[in-house]
């Protein structure tokens, strides 16, 4: 049947009065189903977002679930849980966006500038036609290794003096258990900045042919430290006394096949590694006091004690008018005990053993006004403490919003932080004291936003109670805003776990902690770690002796 059409509305004037309501009627009908189309499409339009919404719900919690299972397989491998985030790229894109033009170019490429140190020259000749004539030499210098093994044969003299004593000639210095010292600085630079394993070792050398067992390879890399133990704890101390920051950060390591944690302190010319069984806040102010055994109950201990609310009654019982200095723990318990202080109450005496730390840091002379940049973990929250604005990022990068509505809040939020940090990026390079009241307004109206996505309001609240560690940079502009040095220098320790494993041996922990310090510490100084080694193991340097590595660092600061 064919479908009736109706007169057009532009000739209304002229249609008849049945044409009209016939027309009239044809417009309503096409109204009532464009707002029935309407309707339809609203509500699969309704549908479809709650679907959207239950489909994001649901892919959240396969995340979280994923997450888990992932987490649950790295325990049962005894493997460190994977972070279920990427990197943050707010540091990159600050530096990407930057005007900043103190940044240094890399270096040129040309030809190379050691041509001064030939150690051989050789002529080569060539069988020139009859009648040529001598133009000269051509230079071409080639870079190269010799390694072979070599068996030396010391014939020591030896004399009996006129009272029968017997006089016998030494050897050179360096060698161990008939081992050169030669061989142990390759060892050393090869295990501790090539990676290589002990049992790799053990075949390279043989292959060249030396003849070496691998306990004999680890006994050079463990033994006879006593010279590098003393040099790393005077690095620690130069460090601590003379640095304007320290960053820290600590990961998870194996020793004897138990669960330990290496904890990395570092600063701009120095770095320290240290692993202990704990990574408490009484274990890191332990590590903070360097070689130094004693505990001091001083105004700086008391001050220590107010902070963390200790018991007024106790503190008032302790508190003398002079200092109190205890050359170890046993004495200082035995003086807590004496006071009526509980020693079996883990919290109370925990946070005494802190107090007795700290004031004996103080005591000392050590961190001063240094600040101390950390990811927030707690017990890195002492002194005068910074937090790390990648990690205080990060937290943002891992909620996971369930709705459209919250990704978009999420990501402007995101937006105002690396905005934010982009401009105290900008401070630190021209610090003004006039500008941090408006560095501060800006964070609060930053981090008082109010934006309905719950989770967020709640990190963001969080993160405006740590205000005064995030702005520390407005009153000391020379640390630096992350603690992206920390995680450099600690990746060198991962590395290392993954590919040696654990320790056995207390020797082999300490050695592996010193030599990762101390080639960290020649990098930062510009210094050659193998001259380092052949230096400090007696092979000389030449007529450039390197001084002490914490000379250095004193002269630095």
């Known amino acids: ?236 101390h130069a460090g601590l006394v003379s640095s304007p920051y320290v960053t820290v950060d600590d990961t998870g390591a194996r020793h004897s096949h138990n669960n330990y944690y290496t904890t990395h302190i570092g600063g701009p010319n120095f770095t320290v590694f240290r692993t202990t069984k704990s990574k408490s806040r009484l274990n890191f102010l332990s590590l903070l006091r360097g070689n130094y055994q004693d505990y001091v109950l001083n105004d700086a201990a008391f001050d220590y004690l107010q902070e963390r609310r200790g018991d007024p009654v106790m503190v008032a019982g302790l508190r003398t008018f002079e200092p109190q200095r205890f050359c170890n723990q046993v004495p200082f318990m035995t003086h807590l005990a004496e006071k009526g202080v509980d020693i079996f109450d883990r919290q109370d005496i925990g946070t005494l053993a802190e107090a007795g730390l700290w004031g004996a840091i103080r005591h000392h002379g050590l961190m001063g006004n240094m600040v101390i940049v950390s990811d927030d973990a707690g017990q890195f929250r002492v002194g ?56 501060r307004r800006r964070f609060d109206r930053i981090f008082a936003l109010r934006t309905g996505y719950e989770a967020l309001d709640k990190l963001l609240e969080r993160l405006h109670r740590r205000k005064n560690e995030l702005l520390k940079v407005l009153e000391h502009p020379g640390i630096p805003l992350h603690t992206n040095a920390s995680e450099n220098d600690l990746r060198t320790f991962v590395t290392k776990r993954k590919i040696s494993g654990g320790t056995m041996s207390r020797d082999g922990r300490v050695a592996r902690d010193i030599m990762l310090g101390l080639m960290k510490t020649c990098q930062k100084l510009g210094l050659s770690f193998y001259r380092y080694l052949g230096d400090r193991l007696g092979l000389g340097n030449g007529d450039r002796p390197i001084p002490p590595l914490s000379a250095t660092i004193l002269a630095r600061a």
């Open 1 to 236: 049947m064919a479908k009736r059409r109706l007169p057009s509305p532009e000739h209304a004037d002229t249609l008849s009065l049945n044409a009209l309501r016939s027309l009239v009627t044809g417009l309503l009908q096409r109204s009532q189903q464009a707002e029935a189309r309407l309707d339809r499409l609203e509500a699969e339009t309704i549908q479809l977002r709650d679907e959207n919404a239950a489909l994001r719900l649901e892919n959240t919690r396969l995340k979280v679930e994923n997450q888990l299972l992932r987490d649950e397989i790295a325990r049962l491998k005894n493997l460190p849980p994977r972070p279920p985030f990427r990197s943050s790229g707010m540091e990159k894109v600050a530096d990407a966006t930057s005007d900043d033009k103190s940044v240094p170019k890399k270096k040129p490429r040309g030809p190379k500038l050691d041509v001064k140190r030939v150690s051989r020259q050789e002529i080569l000749r060539v069988d020139a036609p009859d009648g040529s004539r001598f133009k000269g030499y051509r230079s071409f210098y080639v870079r190269d290794l010799v390694l072979k093994a070599e068996l030396v044969h010391y014939r020591r003299e030896c004399w009996v003096t006129p009272n029968g004593k017997t006089v016998l000639a030494a050897l050179p210095a360096g060698i161990t258990g008939g081992y050169g010292a030669n061989l142990r600085r390759l060892c050393l630079m090869l295990h501790a900045h090539g990676q290589v394993t002990t049992a790799r070792l053990t075949t390279l050398l043989n292959d060249i042919g030396l003849d070496i067992s691998k306990r004999q390879i680890v006994r050079l890399l463990t033994k006879e430290f006593d010279g590098f133990v003393a040099e790393d704890s005077a690095v620690l």
């Open 384 to 439: 005068n403490h910074a937090l790390c604005w990648v990690h205080a990022e990060r937290l943002l990068q891992k909620l996971m919003p369930a709705t459209a509505k919250e990704e978009r809040r999420l990501t402007m939020v995101r937006d105002l932080v690396w905005r934010f940090y982009k401009m105290l990026k900008a401070y630190k390079q021209k610090p003004s004291p006039q500008a941090a009241p408006a560095f």
